[in-house]
């Protein structure tokens, strides 16, 4: 009923799980846990009739009250609470590893829900509930709709794996990507505490560019929150204003991590995209997948000569530029008022926020890096993208006529 996860394949556990398996078999660094995979998913939803949950629009939603409805099998209720009294009833992370998730043709980047600092087998057993349901997600409906159509596992739709592993409270973390190519940097962004500060975009991160020489450049932000686990609940807590610019990590360990970099694009035969996170002073890796969409080439800031005036100046995040109406969207609750063609402008992009890039020409964050979620979907669709405006949701009107320039970084009303 459950995988080891070193014993993890991605044609049973999914892209993300099979390549935890593998860097774990290779000797990596990667929490130790199990997987609850394809079949046992598969098993759960015999009868429901899932594949007719398709035609209309309120189907997904029937399909995942459904699978919420559910009560685990006995049987695999039993062998979560073996798996976690194996490694010693720690506190887990549980994440999804659909069938179409982490592929080279997508990264699904936000699709579907995981969750951290899980306690005790009924708490992994409903979270394993609701990364089944996830696949039933308007998020995960509409990216199957721009997607391509992988993931089938049989007549009741797209399958889901879930990974089980050992929650880290992490020190710093962040997200790597590999070098595209020779000569070229490896790049990370890291923030204080968990992960999901730098990958839903909530904080502008530290930047850093490893050579392959071992030199680093680095840019650190101001940091201002940090997400950490209290219990079973996670927190968001205010940076001290003393330590929001000082660097997440150090040079000696952005050239550790390019260093496990290159071991994982050699193992995994590309260029990655890398998860990590630093826990108790060891470099831990949490994720890796193919890089589907690299960020623009860092370079230079754009000279003061060079910015139009009146601008407004960002990071880079999807080159290309768009002139289109200002949609400042502050949470769901704006969702609507995102048409077709609109430059979306909000805080930042969570992924929940990742049907609206579908629709969007464009879209400007208050923070956020060019390694988050946001950034990498909008670069899978080809809209131009400018991060870490400051207070761009106040200093743009609604309904104002901007343009939208992702390689050069700015923002412009006309």
């Not at 969409?293 to 060079?306: R, T």
Request: charged share 20%; with cysteine; proline share 8%.
């Amino acid at each position: 009923m459950i995988v080891p996860l070193e014993e993890a394949a991605a044609d049973t556990c999914g892209g993300k799980g099979g390549a935890l398996g593998a860097l774990l078999r290779a000797g990596l660094p990667v929490p130790d846990g199990f997987v609850v995979p394809f079949a046992a998913y598969l098993a759960a939803v015999r009868g429901l009739d899932l594949g007719r949950h398709t035609a209309g629009p309120d189907d997904p939603a029937a399909a995942r009250r459904a699978i919420e409805a559910l009560t685990v099998d006995a049987g695999l209720a039993a062998a979560l609470a073996r798996g976690l009294g194996a490694l010693g009833d720690p506190p887990v992370a549980v994440r999804s590893s659909a069938a179409d998730e982490d592929t080279g043709r997508s990264s699904a980047a936000g699709r579907y829900e995981s969750f951290l600092a899980v306690r005790g087998a009924d708490g992994v057993a409903e979270a394993v509930r609701a990364c089944w349901a996830s696949l039933f997600s308007p998020r995960a409906a509409a990216g199957r709709e721009s997607g391509d159509g992988s993931g089938d596992r049989s007549g009741d739709g797209p399958a889901m794996a879930v990974v089980v592993q050992r929650h880290l409270d992490a020190e710093a973390s962040g997200v790597m990507f590999t070098p595209g190519g020779p000569g070229e940097p490896t790049g990370i962004e890291a923030s204080w505490g968990l992960g999901p500060s730098v990958v839903g975009g909530t904080v502008t991160p530290d930047s850093y560019r490893v050579a392959a020489d071992g030199s680093v450049v680095r840019t650190p932000a101001d940091k201002r929150t940090r997400l950490d686990r209290e219990g079973a609940r996670l927190v968001v807590r205010n940076v001290p204003a003393g330590v929001r610019g000082r660097a997440a990590i150090d040079d000696a360990t952005a050239v550790r991590l390019a260093g496990l970099g290159a071991r994982i694009a050699a193992l995994r035969g590309g260029p990655q995209d890398v998860e990590w996170a630093v826990a108790d002073g060891r470099v831990w890796i949490l994720q890796a997948r193919p890089v589907t969409a690299a960020p623009p080439p860092a370079g230079p800031p754009v000279p003061a000569a060079d910015v139009p005036s009146g601008a407004l100046v960002g990071t880079p995040g999807s080159r290309g530029a768009v002139t289109g109406t200002a949609r400042i969207v502050r949470g769901p609750g704006d969702f609507a008022r995102v048409l077709p063609g609109d430059v979306l402008v909000c805080p930042f992009t969570d992924p929940a926020w990742t049907p609206l890039l579908r629709i969007a020409a464009g879209v400007v964050t208050e923070t956020g890096g060019v390694l988050s979620h946001a950034a990498i979907v909008a670069r899978e669709h080809a809209i131009p993208a400018v991060l870490g405006v400051p207070d761009v949701t106040s200093r743009l009107r609604d309904g104002a006529l901007v343009t939208v320039d992702g390689t050069a970084g700015t923002v412009t009303a006309t």
